[in-house]
């Protein structure tokens, strides 16, 4: 898998593990400070605050960071002892559009080939990810496959590394994907370099995406005018795509976090099909997922609309399944889908009294959600806030409750790495002073609220095989099999399957085995520069950090590496506006602003601005826009209008 290797975060995780500041002791705020508490008064406090509030009244956010067993109790606590339909966690903000697209495509919402069959490539087309940063041991694969005489094509606002290594680089203004991509369809189309055979047997509606891609609005030289790319370099994207086998797309966070985040996978599966770049190894949709177990807290059902498997939360037969093997004698949350993360954060605004109280696991909003002024204001709204974490992040400075948890080095365990490969973890440690696994604490406070029997688990492999019991994708899989260091993909229905690497091969996961093209008009983001905030802004990360920072901030080699964050200004917008290297201004937009130290860069396209998003002290998510996908509720956090400032202090 990474053949031995790890990236530079892995590297010196053992620091944060061993950070002096982690939470050893339950902490309950008495006059708006925080005293240690026992776990028995902190229970008590918490059973006491949670039985006092009706279903609808309590919302949970489970954790891309805690195992597969930590987040399916969590669901199971929101939907059988709180009987709530309120419960997500940050895929909202990353891949949610990767799940809703693919799933209307494909019939599956994942990855569908092994990061190992990257290799294998023969064209990798590089779509709003910087690989080789944020994926260190999957840019590995890129470059093997460039070894292997693959070509590489790279878009992105940025000269990344990634894009160093592209044969061919397209820098593009942020939010015109959807137009890249159907102008290159046109082209394959044009030329007569579509898979028929592939299009005539395993798909359907391919006339109805004709229609829309042949338009005139999509020809090379209208979408070089939205998208800023020459007509030439497209046209060698979509010869080199179009004719070189297999192609493998990779993508991140740059195509699914914007308002048409579904639109954009969409029209990454759209191509994908047309070529015929589907189950076959160095082919496929390969969305890189951000955190190392997105994917599986997305299987374990902790999203508002599905319980594990993607088994939909409305469907009266699946309700019936999970509430008979639960066995809660009062029933379970009612069929119907709950709110997402970003929508809970609305109506806690808007909506003042209708959610109450919270609880948080492994998640800091306070840092990794759009337009934090208004996450605040909405916490703050909370009658009652409980944090369960390593460390006192931003968000847990805002509870009423802190429970001090282990980290993955501390626990046994699972997780669904991006490839859907479920992998062991292995107690190394223990946890620091009175901290406790999370499935434990979950347990005991179920315990506290009246359902020990429904909670009786004495190790994380009894849970496991309850969710290998109730999941299709997983019913194959057990702790023996999983120990193998190659482990196993889901899906994996019986004991004697090997486990999936490739997904599609032969027929889609759809009930008819047909995939779905999907006729997609582009759009604009939902905010465009105008006269008063005239450039773009967009977001990501940096190799040596990760999301809010919160553990990458606390190993100390790290954090030398990056000690803070930047804005990256082209040199000629920052002539125009006579800024110097180095020197700190301020980056406004309708939301708020942040004073942040100028990097000016021939890096950044000209009328784009970039910032790294891990920094508290200026935090990009104060600027960026929480407009939503209306199918996938994801924030766009990739396009939004900015003016940058001189800071002239009196």
């Known amino acids: 898998m990474n053949e031995g290797k790890v990236c530079p975060k892995g590297t010196y995780a053992h620091e944060f593990v061993n950070s002096p500041d982690r939470l050893t002791k339950p902490l309950i705020k008495k006059n708006g400070k925080f005293e240690e508490a026992t776990w028995d008064e902190a229970y008590n406090l918490i059973a006491q605050k949670f039985k006092s509030y009706r279903p609808d009244e309590f919302a949970a956010l489970a954790s891309a960071r805690v195992s597969n067993e930590e987040n399916y109790l969590l669901m199971k606590f929101a939907r059988g002892v709180m009987k709530s339909r309120h ?20 019939g599956s919402g994942a990855m569908t080939n092994s990061i190992l069959d990257i290799a294998e490539s023969k064209c990798v087309f590089v779509l709003g990810s910087n690989t080789l940063e944020q994926h260190p041991l999957i840019g590995r ?35 015109s994907d959807v137009a890249i991509l159907n102008g290159m369809m046109q082209e394959i189309i044009k030329n007569g370099w579509e898979d028929r055979e592939f299009i005539e047997k395993r798909t359907k509606d391919y006339e109805k995406l004709k229609e829309v891609v042949m338009k005139d609005a999509y020809s090379l030289e209208n979408v070089s005018k939205i998208s800023g790319i020459p007509v030439d370099q497209l046209k060698q994207a979509a010869e080199w795509f179009g004719t070189t086998k297999p192609g493998a797309i990779l993508y991140s966070m740059g195509i699914t976090q914007h308002t048409v985040g579904v639109d954009n996978v969409r029209s990454v599966a759209n191509i994908q099909m047309l070529t015929g770049n589907l189950g076959k190894p ?32 409305i469907d009266p037969a699946t309700h019936k399944k999970f509430a008979d093997a639960w066995g809660f004698p009062d029933g379970i949350c009612e069929p119907k889908n709950g709110y997402e993360v970003t929508v809970m954060m609305d109506v806690l605004t808007d909506n003042p009294g209708e959610l109450k109280c919270m609880y948080i696991m492994g998640e800091n909003p306070m840092l990794s959600d759009p337009d934090l002024n208004h996450v605040r204001h909405a916490l703050e709204s909370l009658e009652f806030l409980v944090v369960q974490d390593i460390f006192l992040t931003e ?8 429970l001090p948890a282990a980290c993955y080095a501390e626990r046994d365990g699972t997780q669904t790495s991006t490839e859907r490969r479920v992998q062991m973890w292995r107690t190394a440690q223990d946890p620091p002073g009175e901290a406790k696994v999370d499935w434990k604490i979950i347990s005991e406070l179920a315990a506290k609220m009246g359902y020990a029997k429904q909670f009786p688990y004495q190790s994380a492999e009894e849970i496991f095989n309850e969710i290998a019991a109730l999941t299709p994708s997983y019913h194959g899989m057990n702790y023996e099999r999983l120990s193998k260091p190659e482990a196993l993909h889901w899906p994996c229905p019986t004991t004697d399957h090997p486990g999936t690497p490739i997904l599609h091969i032969g027929k889609f996961s759809h009930p008819d085995g047909i995939g779905v093209f999907a006729p997609i008009e582009w759009k604009p983001p939902a905010e465009v520069p105008d006269a008063e905030y005239p450039f773009v802004l967009t977001t990501g990360r940096v190799l040596w950090h990760w999301h809010t920072g919160t553990m990458t901030r606390r190993s100390a080699t790290l954090d030398a590496e990056v000690p803070t964050g930047w804005i990256e200004i082209n040199p000629e917008d920052a002539q125009a506006l006579g800024i110097r290297d180095k020197e700190k201004i301020r980056a406004v937009t309708r939301r708020g602003s942040v004073d942040v130290p100028a990097r000016v860069t021939k890096d950044i396209m000209k009328g784009i601005m970039f910032m790294p998003f891990h920094f508290a002290e200026c935090a990009a998510n104060v600027l960026t826009n929480n407009a939503l996908d209306p199918i996938a509720k994801i924030p766009e956090f990739k396009a939004c209008a900015v003016k940058v400032e001189k800071i002239t202090e009196a």
């Open 141 to 175: 694969k890129i470059v093997q496959a460039k070894q292997n005489g693959a070509k590489v094509i790279c878009a992105d606002p940025r000269y990344t590394p990634t894009a160093r290594l592209a044969d061919l680089y397209m820098p593009f203004v942020s939010g």
């Open 87 to 106: 419960i997500d966690h940050c895929a909202r903000l990353c891949h949610a559009s990767t799940v809703a697209g693919l799933a209307a495509s494909f």
């Open 282 to 313: 160095g082919a496929g949709v390969n969305a890189l997922r951000g955190q190392n177990n997105v994917q599986g807290a997305c299987d374990m059902g902790a999203l508002p609309v599905v319980f594990t498997g993607y088994q939909k939360v």
């Open 395 to 402: 968000t847990a400075e805002l509870a009423d409750v802190v």
